[in-house]
C-alpha cells in the first residue's frame, strides 16, 4: 500500500512538473530524448543484433546438445512423456505453432491484463482519473494557433476515414507486390479494432472532457484514433520489418512508426477530446488486435510460397503508391479545415 501511495504521489510530482512548462519546451525536451534514445539504440542494438544473438544461440545450442546426452535427462523424458512433448511443442521453432505462437499467445494475455487493469482504474476512479481531469484542464490553457493546426493534421491521421483510404493504398501495394499473405491480418487487425473500440465505448459510456476544442459524437473511452494508429501503423511496421533486410532501416523505421503513433495520441488530449487513459487503452486495444493480425499474416506466410517483387521494384511501388496516399490525405485536410470544425 505504501509504495502504490508512493507512486501515485511520484506521478503527480511528474505531471506537475510538465504542466508547468510551456507545451513548446515540453516538446524540446521529449524530441531531445528520442534523439538521444534513437542515437543509443543505433550504436549498439546492431552490435547485440549482429554479435551477442548470435553467441546466445550458439550456448543455447550447447546446452540443447548437453542436455540431449545427459543420461538423468533421457531417463526424465521417458518418465514424463506427455509433458516433454507439450514443452518440445510450445518451444519449437521449425513451424508457426511452436515458439511463434507461445509468445504471441503470451504477449496477448499481457496486453489483455494491462487492459483490464486500466479499466479496473477508470472504474474504481484510482489515480489515473485525477491525472486525466489534471491534463484536460492543463491542455485547454496552452493552445495556440500553430500547435491547433499542427495537431489537427495529426489527428486525422487516425480518423476511420483517412485510415480506410490507407489500407485501401496499402493492400494495393502488399497485392501488386505478391504478398498478398498479409491482407487478411492487416484486415482483421483494423475490423477488430475498430469493433471493440466501438462496443467499449458503449459498454462505459464515458463522458468527453468539458474543455473539448471541438465536439465529437461518440464517448470517450477508449480512443478511436489512438486503437487505430496503432492497429494500422503497427501492422505496417511490422510487415515492412519483415521484408525490410538492414537491420538499421529497420530501426529507422521503428522510431517513425513509434513517433507517428505518439503523436497521433498526443493530439488527442491536446484537443481535449479524451483523456489520458482514454488514449492508453487505445493503444492497448490496437496492439491486441494488432498481435492477433500479425499471428494470422505470420501463419499465412509460413504456408505460403510465392514470388515476390524484388527490394528495388518494391521500394519503387511503395513510393508511388506513398505518394499518392500522401496527396489524398493532404486533399484530406483542405476539405476538412480545422476552421470548419470549432
Not at 518418465?79 to 511463434?100: K, N, V
Not at 487478411?184 to 473500440?197: K, P
Request: hydrophobic content about 50%; proline content about 2%.
Amino acid at each position: 500500500m505504501e509504495d502504490h501511495n508512493f507512486s501515485q504521489k511520484y506521478y503527480t510530482i511528474v505531471i506537475d512538473w510538465i504542466m508547468a512548462i510551456p507545451l513548446w519546451i515540453d516538446l524540446l525536451v521529449l524530441s531531445a530524448v528520442i534523439i538521444s534514445l534513437y542515437l543509443v539504440m543505433h550504436k549498439f542494438l546492431p552490435v547485440i543484433h549482429n554479435t551477442v544473438l548470435p553467441f546466445i544461440r550458439s550456448i543455447w545450442g550447447s546446452i540443447k546438445d548437453a542436455f540431449g546426452k545427459n543420461h538423468d535427462w533421457i531417463s526424465l523424458k521417458k518418465q514424463y512423456p506427455r509433458l516433454f512433448s507439450f514443452i518440445h511443442t510450445r518451444l519449437d521453432t521449425s513451424h508457426f505453432r511452436g515458439l511463434a505462437l507461445t509468445l504471441f499467445s503470451l504477449l496477448l494475455l499481457y496486453i489483455i491484463a494491462l487492459f483490464g487493469g486500466l479499466v479496473e482504474d477508470v472504474m474504481t476512479h484510482d489515480s489515473i482519473v485525477e491525472i486525466d481531469q489534471s491534463i484536460s484542464v492543463w491542455s485547454a490553457t496552452i493552445r495556440t494557433d500553430f500547435f491547433n493546426n499542427f495537431f489537427w493534421a495529426i489527428t486525422q491521421l487516425g480518423r476511420i476515414w483517412v485510415i480506410g483510404f490507407l489500407v485501401a493504398f496499402f493492400s494495393l501495394f502488399l497485392w501488386f507486390s505478391h504478398r498478398r499473405y498479409y491482407l487478411l491480418g492487416l484486415y482483421v487487425s483494423i475490423i477488430g479494432s475498430e469493433i471493440l473500440t466501438i462496443t467499449g465505448k458503449y459498454a462505459f459510456a464515458r463522458e468527453r472532457p468539458s474543455g473539448a476544442f471541438y465536439h465529437e459524437a461518440l464517448y470517450s473511452f477508449p480512443s478511436g484514433h489512438a486503437t487505430l494508429a496503432v492497429a494500422f501503423f503497427g501492422f505496417v511496421l511490422y510487415t515492412f520489418f519483415q521484408e525490410t533486410p538492414n537491420f538499421r532501416s529497420k530501426l529507422n523505421l521503428f522510431f517513425i512508426a513509434l513517433i507517428l503513433i505518439f503523436l497521433i495520441g498526443m493530439s488527442r488530449i491536446y484537443l481535449g477530446v479524451h483523456y489520458v487513459s482514454d488514449v492508453w487503452a487505445g493503444y492497448l486495444i490496437g496492439a491486441m488486435w494488432m498481435v492477433i493480425g500479425i499471428a494470422l499474416s505470420e501463419y499465412q506466410r509460413s504456408n505460403t510460397s510465392c514470388k515476390k517483387l524484388d527490394l528495388k521494384q518494391s521500394h519503387h511501388l511503395a513510393f508511388f503508391i506513398g505518394m499518392l496516399a500522401f496527396i489524398c490525405y493532404l486533399l484530406f485536410l483542405y476539405w476538412h479545415p480545422l476552421t470548419a470544425n470549432y
